[in-house]
């Protein structure tokens, strides 16, 4: 059993800043990659930014410049440093991390988990 917590979200005005976090704990052998989604009211989900366990990145090209996800590999823990928000930011965030299962010698799966989401709201 593998579970994400997040945490960090909340009111922040517009070019605030905010820092998500997202631990992972459980039976976990390795993780590979994680990230960051968000869902706005209306919208679908979407990427905003992931992270290979070598620490390679990629960022929507609507948060570029602004936002850095970085991870801990020894603690399970991912963030999401978010500055100079804007009110199109305001969003459900969630994080997700590929979790690896060792099966047995020369056997394994990945399997995607899921934070249960965090709120940030951009308004001044």
């Known amino acids: 059993q593998v579970q994400l917590v997040e945490s960090g979200g909340g009111l922040v005005q517009p070019g605030g800043s905010l820092r998500l976090s997202c631990v992972a704990s459980g039976s976990i052998f390795s993780i590979n990659a994680m990230g960051w989604y968000r869902q706005g009211p209306g919208k679908e989900l979407e990427l905003v930014a992931d992270?290979?366990?070598?620490?390679?990145?990629n960022y929507a090209d609507s948060v570029k410049g602004r936002f850095t996800i970085s991870r801990d590999n020894a603690k399970n823990t991912v963030y999401l440093q978010m500055n100079t928000l804007k009110p199109e930011d305001a969003a459900v965030y969630y994080c997700?991390?590929?979790?690896?299962?060792?099966?047995?010698?020369?056997?394994?799966?990945?399997?995607?988990?899921w934070g249960q989401g965090t709120q940030v709201t951009v308004s001044s």
């Open positions: 992270i290979t366990s070598g620490g390679s990145t």
């Open positions: 997700s991390a590929d979790v690896l299962f060792r099966l047995g010698v020369g056997n394994s799966r990945t399997l995607r988990y």
